[in-house]
Each structure stands twice: as structure tokens, then as C-alpha cells.
């Protein structure tokens, strides 16, 4: 921008103005031969000085704006790009997104199917153990309700056995109690006897102590005595072989009847195994 006093430099007249001068307007004096050209500077006047100078500021504040619309377009361009950049990258980064969630929901779905298959298949082994246990539980109830009715069956049997051995023993009982009576009544009876031979012979201790007093009995009264004193004796004899024959008797059929109960005892446990052993390989 020119000074004021600009004209007296370039050798005009001298001109006072308040109006900056432009570069442009400088620059286009400058090109002016300014010795030769001094009067055709000095007759343009202030006002048109004015007008180039705003000419000039216009033209100079439009270059500026082209300038600065320039530089925004470029700027713009450059943001435009690298928004398209960063959108591709955007839309790159979302397909593969996408792609990716695709693949985990394929996976997920994949997924569930083999949860559910499997949920499945656990549910049907499940079902088979429950239907496995339920029949185990049915064949162990069966095994014990045919042990049961085996066992009653047994039961009964061994029940009627012993109550057949129980009157037998009844039986027997009352046999020894009648036969041990007879004895009593054996013993009983040869007590009185011998109580009678003691009285006879202390009759007769008193008898031989009146010999000589009775020397006038008769010879029938003698063997009468010897005849009683004679039956008394083989009675006594007879009496303790029929104790003997009794005693061995009772042995004897204790023996019989301890043996039949062995033999039965025997016969109950044979048949107690064979019908355990025919349930045992029934069930197998």
C-alpha cells in the first residue's frame, strides 16, 4: 500500500489523501515511466484513487474468499475422502461383522440343535434307566414274593410235620405216663408184698421160736407155708423180670422213636433243599 506522500516521489505535484492505496494499485503505478507519466498520475482524481483502491480490496477480498473456498473445497474433498474411506471401512468392518454374526448365530443354532439333541438322548437314557430300574424293582418284588410263598409254603409243611411229631409226642407221652403208672402201681404192689413177706417172716422168726410149742401142728399146715413161701418167691422173681422186660422195652422204643424223628428231621431238610434248589432254577 502506498504512502500519502507517494506522489511527491514519483515527482508529481504534491497530493494529501486519507486512502490507502492497494499493492495492486501500487504495483500497476510502478509499471508506469514515472518521470514521463507524472502528469497523467496527478490528473487522476482522489475520488477515482477511492474507487480503485476499493476495487482493489474487493478484488483482493475475493481472491481471499476464492482462495479460502479453495482451501475449504480441498478441505472438504479431503474430509469427503476420507469420510468414503472411513464409511468403506465402516461398510468393510459391518459385512464382516454381519458375516461374523452370522456365523455365531449359525454356530449358536448349531449349538442349540446339539444341546437339545443331546438334552434328548439324556432324557431317553433317563427313560430306559427309570423302565431298567422299574423292571429290576419288579423282578427283585416277584423273587421276594415267590421267596415268600416258597417260605409259607414251607412253613406249613414244617408246621404240619411238627404238629404230626407234637401228638406223636403226645402220643408217646402218654404212653411212658400210663406205663411209668403201671410201674408205680408194680412197685406199689411188690412194696405191699414185701411188706407182707417181712410180716410172714417175722410170723415165722416167731413161728420157729414156738417150734417146740407147735411141734403138734399138722404136716398139712407145713407145706401149705412152704407152698405160699414158694409162690411168694416166684412172685418176686416174676416181678423183677417184667421191671427188666418193661425197662429194656421203654429203652428199646425210645430208641425207635429218637431215630424216627432223625430220619423225619433228614426227609424235611432233603425236601426243603430240592424245593429251594427248583425255585432257585426256576428263576434262572
Not at 8 to 25: D, L, M, Y
Not at 260 to 281: C, E, F, G, S
Request: proline share 2%.
Amino acid at each position: 500500500m502506498l504512502s500519502p506522500d507517494l506522489p511527491n516521489a514519483f515527482g508529481c505535484s504534491e497530493r494529501t489523501t486519507t486512502h490507502p492505496v492497494p499493492s495492486s494499485i501500487s504495483q500497476f503505478v510502478r509499471s508506469y515511466d514515472y518521470e514521463t507519466e507524472t502528469s497523467l498520475l496527478d490528473a487522476i482524481p482522489d475520488r477515482e484513487w477511492r474507487l480503485l483502491a476499493a476495487l482493489a480490496r474487493k478484488r483482493a477480498e475475493d481472491d481471499e474468499q476464492e482462495k479460502l473456498a479453495d482451501e475449504f473445497h480441498k478441505l472438504w474433498q479431503k474430509e469427503k475422502e476420507e469420510r468414503e474411506i472411513v464409511e468403506a471401512e465402516t461398510m468393510h468392518e459391518y459385512k464382516r461383522y454381519i458375516i461374523m454374526k452370522r456365523r455365531e448365530e449359525k454356530a449358536r443354532q448349531e449349538f442349540m440343535r446339539h444341546q437339545k439333541f443331546m438334552e434328548a438322548l439324556l432324557r431317553q437314557r433317563e427313560l430306559m434307566d427309570s423302565i431298567k430300574c422299574k423292571e429290576h424293582r419288579s423282578a427283585v418284588l416277584r423273587a421276594y414274593l415267590d421267596d415268600k410263598k416258597t417260605s409259607l409254603l414251607v412253613d406249613k409243611a414244617l408246621e404240619e410235620e411238627a404238629r404230626a411229631q407234637l401228638a406223636a409226642d403226645r402220643r408217646s407221652l402218654i404212653s411212658e405216663t400210663d406205663q411209668f403208672r403201671k410201674h408205680v402201681e408194680y412197685m406199689d404192689t411188690q412194696k405191699r408184698a414185701d411188706d407182707a413177706r417181712k410180716r410172714r417172716t417175722a410170723m415165722l422168726k416167731d413161728a420157729s421160736q414156738k417150734v417146740a410149742i407147735q411141734n403138734a401142728l399138722s404136716s398139712w399146715e407145713s407145706a401149705v407155708l412152704r407152698q405160699e413161701l414158694t409162690a411168694m418167691d416166684a412172685a418176686r422173681r416174676a416181678n423183677h423180670a417184667a421191671h427188666a422186660a418193661l425197662t429194656d422195652a421203654r429203652s428199646v422204643r425210645l430208641m425207635r422213636m429218637r431215630d424216627a424223628r432223625r430220619r423225619q428231621a433228614r426227609r424235611l431238610a432233603v425236601v426243603t433243599q430240592q424245593l429251594r434248589d427248583a425255585i432257585r432254577y426256576g428263576k434262572n
